[in-house]
């Protein structure tokens, strides 16, 4: 394969991927704009409602580190199939829940496909494109999780209200097919890696487990994710219930976030290649998203709107930097889908915590007020970790 060909070929692969992949966030944030409906139905509480998000994390945050083992001993083609495979038979069991037991198991089904995605998709791009293009292809499917929640914010409210609830989970399940054809057609591997894998030794295993770096990149993005997704499960219930805006309209909304956040992540991978330096983009909009949080009770219905344009955009600069610097940590490409895992670890924490954390907090601490006062603390201590990691 020539170059001009190997470089139109990885940018077929790249769209692929993000079709694909965008499969397993849509269907984790189809909870949120639903949120206080399936409240309803199911009789559940505020703390345990925010479980339907953090137990989506659970199989995610078990299967972290062994979805590098997973992706290392099936391929990176068959590990993908199965992702996306899980997400659409997590999606049709919730569909065709009739306890809340039932839909809580689905969302742990559904969460294997978040967990081997994550991980997958970084180490195809690694594979398939230079280092001086890498970051900027890590910024482009980034935004496979904003592409995936700005869908579900938009379609599900009226497709609950019209068709009921099920049918929202049925479209997550037929998106998810779609992706799954996708990359069955497309992702394959090429004819240098048709050879048989090489195994981990002990000492490959050693050089990731014992990475300071790699372990503070998770820890910093452990924070990071705890703060968002907090805020991304219960924004469009805070609307509606502490400023009175209908929940059509609050999911409407929190939805206006996602296109800044979108157009953020290919901005921020360009602009660490250019910059050559994945720390700047890492740390600069952490700083601004840590002094937001005291600032969100003191808004008014009509200040919601550019807020979430300019919040979505910031917080969306953060994780090309993060997905790149990981694989370039371990400074070996065959050893990428385990620093992915690490990382990955601790975004799946995050996710597990933050709804659970937030929960507890409007419940059992004060309110929605000091829930959100409590997110700034959360950031700092990110903000103080990456200003210690050493990456380039």
Same mark, same amino acid.
């Given at each position: 394969?020539? !170059? ?15 079709? !694909? ?9 189809k909870?949120?704009?639903?949120l ?7 009789? @559940?509480?505020?703390?345990? =409602?925010?479980?339907l ?9 078990i299967?972290?580190l ?8 099936l ?7 199965v992702?996306?495979?899980s ?11 009739g ?28 594979l ?7 970051a ?8 496979w ?6 869908i579900? @914010?938009?379609? $599900? ?9 099920? /049918?929202v989970w049925?479209f ?18 090429? !004819?240098e ?5 090489v195994?981990? /030794?002990?000492?490959?295993l ?6 300071r ?7 910093f993005?452990?924070l ?23 929940? =059509?309209?609050?999911s409407l ?8 956040c979108?157009a !953020?992540?290919?901005?921020?991978g360009?602009?660490s290649?250019?910059?050559? /330096?994945?720390?700047?983009v890492?740390?600069?909009?952490v700083v ?6 005291? @600032? ?23 994780a090309p930097?993060?997905?790149?610097a ?29 709804p659970?954390?937030?929960g ?9 007020t000091?829930?959100?006062w409590?997110?700034?603390p959360?950031?700092?201590? =990110?903000?103080?970790?990456? $200003? ?5």
């Amino acid at each position: 394969m020539n !170059a001009s060909s190997a470089k139109k070929s990885a940018w077929i692969v790249l769209l692929v991927l993000l079709a !694909a992949s965008v499969a397993a966030p849509l269907n984790q944030f189809k909870v949120p704009p639903i949120l206080p409906l399936l409240m309803e139905i199911f009789h @559940l509480p505020l703390g345990q =409602a925010g479980g339907l998000m953090s137990v989506f994390t659970l199989t995610g945050l078990i299967l972290a580190l062994p979805s590098g083992f997973i992706l290392q001993r099936l391929g990176y083609r068959t590990t993908g199939l199965v992702a996306v495979g899980s997400v659409i038979l997590g999606s049709a069991l919730g569909a065709l829940s009739g306890t809340a037991g039932l839909l809580f198991f689905s969302r742990v089904v559904e969460g294997v496909g978040v967990s081997l995605m994550a991980v997958t998709a970084p180490v195809i791009i690694a594979l398939w494109f230079a280092v001086e293009r890498r970051a900027t292809a890590m910024g482009i499917w980034a935004t496979w999780y904003p592409l995936g929640v700005i869908i579900m @914010l938009l379609i $599900a409210p009226g497709m609950a209200e019209r068709w009921q609830w099920p /049918s929202v989970w049925w479209f997550g399940c037929a998106f998810g097919a779609i992706g799954f054809i996708l990359f069955f057609v497309f992702i394959r591997p090429r !004819a240098e890696e048709r050879t048989p894998r090489v195994r981990f /030794s002990g000492a490959d295993l050693r050089q990731v487990l014992q990475n300071r770096t790699l372990w503070l990149l998770c820890a910093f993005f452990f924070l990071f994710n705890l703060a968002m997704i907090a805020f991304a499960t219960w924004v469009p219930t805070y609307l509606n219930q502490a400023l009175h805006i209908p929940l =059509a309209r609050a999911s409407l909304l929190y939805a206006a976030a996602y296109p800044p956040c979108i157009a !953020a992540g290919p901005l921020s991978g360009w602009l660490s290649d250019r910059l050559k /330096s994945r720390k700047a983009v890492c740390l600069y909009p952490v700083v601004l998203v840590t002094l937001v949080w005291p @600032l969100i009770p003191l808004l008014k219905p009509g200040d919601i709107l550019p807020f979430m344009l300019a919040f979505g955009f910031v917080s969306g600069l953060t994780a090309p930097g993060v997905f790149a610097a990981a694989v370039e940590t371990v400074r070996d490409e065959r050893l990428g889908g385990l620093a992915m895992a690490v990382v990955m670890f601790g975004q799946n924490a995050g996710m597990l915590v933050g709804p659970l954390f937030f929960g507890f907090m409007v419940e059992k601490g004060g309110g929605w007020t000091h829930a959100l006062w409590s997110l700034m603390p959360v950031c700092a201590l =990110a903000v103080v970790i990456m $200003a210690r990691i050493r990456i380039r």
